[in-house]
């Protein structure tokens, strides 16, 4: 992938688009004078030898390829020409056919990085518009490959699933890490004791599945056969409700999706 390729990134100031700026500059896929970003009010201290903007379109004027990181409600006013361009939207809910439709261009991509962007360890999974080339896939591939691992998947729905799946993802092991860490916390331990526990112990399962590839159900049924204080406690966490628990919150995060982009 050539380093020539200019990028344009609306909404480059803020977290997502800025994380995916700084892996895709670091990896060399582009060149920081081929960047482009747009910023709301202040410009960042960031990309000094990239072009920043506040107006939308001449960012995309000056870009072969437009990735659209803003939230959803700031896209609906958003008026932005690609003129058959190539766009990534990392937005969640908006449609193929809504992001074709507003920007003019047949070749557009949904695609849904995760917080893990900002380590280079987002897993990423995106679906192409039927008019997009086999060098904008490898466009694709490359921008997201730069932040961790990709899949291209073969419905919108599948997409809108991954929303809540991959794309909050990381906000689950920090949600089980917090009930960890208050429970250490009543039970006498000092709160930075605590927070170094449950952080290591995150991190460390994080690895190990890395690592190991295994099916997680395999991982935990080792565990269960060893009918030691890890399968008591896998046993009183699936007794309280769980996996239920996880199946009612990915099924309102994929009822939201769809809710979202039924509204553009």
């Known amino acids: 992938m050539s380093v020539s390729l200019r990028i344009g990134i609306v909404g480059g100031g803020g977290w997502l688009g800025g994380a995916i700026a700084s892996t895709i500059v670091d990896s060399g896929l582009v060149d920081p004078r081929n960047l482009c970003l747009s910023y709301r009010s202040r410009q ?6 990239s072009f920043w903007t506040t107006d939308s379109q001449e960012l995309a004027d000056r870009s072969d390829v437009i990735l659209l990181s803003i939230r959803p409600d700031d896209w609906h006013p958003l008026a932005l020409d690609a003129s058959d361009k190539l766009v990534i939207s990392v937005m969640a809910g908006i449609r193929l056919g809504a992001l074709a439709e507003r ?14 962007a900002e380590v280079g360890k987002s897993y990423t999974p995106w679906i192409g518009a039927n008019d997009i080339t086999r ?55 000092p709160a930075e004791v605590a927070r170094r526990a449950v952080n290591a112990v995150i991190s460390g399962a994080g690895r190990l599945l890395e690592r190991r590839n295994e099916c997680p159900d395999d991982i935990v049924q080792t565990f269960l056969d060893y009918h030691g204080t890890t399968a008591a406690a896998i046993e009183g966490m699936r007794a309280a ?24």
């Not at 960042?44 to 030898?49: A, I, K, N, V, Y």
């Not at 239920?244 to 309102?252: D, F, H, K, N, R």
């Open 44 to 49: 960042p201290d960031r990309f000094p030898d």
């Open 103 to 116: 920007h003019k261009t047949g070749r557009v991509v949904r695609a849904l990085p995760n917080a893990a």
């Open 135 to 189: 060098d904008d896939r490898n466009v694709v591939r490359a921008i997201f490959e730069t932040c961790g691992s990709e899949d291209e998947v073969a419905r919108e729905s599948d997409i809108d699933y991954l929303t809540g799946l991959s794309g909050s993802g990381p906000a689950f092991p920090a949600l089980l890490a917090a009930a960890m860490m208050r429970d250490a916390v009543i039970r006498g331990l």
């Open 241 to 264: 409700g769980f996996d239920a628990a996880v199946g009612e919150g990915l099924s309102a995060a994929f009822k939201k999706s769809v809710g979202m982009g039924a509204v553009s």
